[in-house]
């Protein structure tokens, strides 16, 4: 069996058993995992652990999520392809590409992360993989993306003690923002909707875990 044939077999292998098997119904949703190499954004030294139903780490001290979570977060964004979307949390580009797939039918996907050298390989790497229309800014993500906003949907892939101010103001009117909140050792994913009205209103979802959003110089 070559590698490639190897990858897709897991892939499949994982939708089924991680994904479908626990509540994951969105059938685009599975159908972008089903094609998304999440081979192509592990460190080559956990390649082989690509598709273990688990986070692993990457460079600068971050992981990529568990594909559980991704399908869960994607999927709670009730995406239909036309939305302008803010990732916060490139990290290696997995997520992102992800949206990526979900938003081809004319979205836009803009996405930041705090470490310079993970926007740079993950705007690469996204090039590689035919997602070049993605915008990718290396800055704090907790501050969002001003020139841009707002944003029909936020997802913010590292965890904050609270939701950032700035992240729901650049939030439009009907709008989602999905986030984990809570410290290192216990967070829950949570989903603040901005109604029509602009008043917010929060669902929390799951417990969680996820790498610790960096604000401002800290």
Request: hydrophobic fraction near 45%; proline fraction near 7%; charged fraction near 20%.
């Given at each position: 069996m070559s590698p490639s044939d190897k990858f897709a077999l897991l892939r499949q292998q994982m939708v089924a058993k991680q994904l479908k098997a626990r509540g994951i119904k969105d059938h685009?949703?599975?159908?972008?995992?089903?094609?998304?190499?999440?081979?192509?954004?592990?460190?080559q030294r956990h390649i082989d652990q690509a598709y273990t139903d688990a986070a692993l780490q990457i460079d600068c001290e971050q992981t990529?999520?568990?594909?559980?979570?991704?399908?869960?977060?994607?999927?709670?964004?009730?995406?239909?392809?036309?939305?302008r979307v803010l990732e916060v949390g490139t990290g290696s580009g997995y997520q992102t590409a992800v949206l990526a797939h979900l938003?081809?039918?004319?979205?836009?996907?803009f996405s930041m992360?705090?470490?310079?050298?993970?926007?740079?390989?993950?705007?690469?790497?996204?090039?590689?993989?035919?997602?070049?229309?993605?915008?990718?800014?290396?800055?704090?993500?907790?501050?969002?993306?001003?020139?841009?906003?707002?944003?029909?949907?936020?997802?913010?892939?590292?965890?904050?003690?609270?939701?950032?101010?700035?992240?729901?103001?650049?939030?439009?009117?009907g709008g989602k923002l999905v986030i984990p909140?809570?410290?290192?050792?216990?967070?829950?994913?949570?989903?603040?909707?901005?109604?029509?009205?602009?008043t917010v209103s929060n669902v929390k979802l799951t417990g969680c875990r996820f790498v610790p959003l960096i604000c401002g110089g800290s």
């Open positions: 685009k949703v599975l159908a972008t995992m089903l094609s998304v190499p999440r081979e192509r954004f592990v460190q990529i999520s568990q594909p559980l979570m991704v399908a869960l977060m994607s999927e709670t964004l009730c995406l239909t392809g036309s939305e938003l081809a039918k004319g979205g836009e996907l992360e705090r470490h310079p050298d993970l926007a740079r390989s993950a705007k690469e790497r996204l090039i590689q993989l035919g997602c070049n229309d993605v915008h990718v800014l290396a800055g704090d993500g907790s501050l969002g993306w001003p020139a841009a906003a707002p944003f029909d949907r936020i997802l913010v892939t590292a965890a904050a003690p609270h939701c950032p101010a700035a992240l729901l103001e650049q939030l439009a009117l909140i809570g410290p290192r050792s216990v967070q829950t994913l949570q989903v603040f909707s901005k109604e029509m009205d602009d």
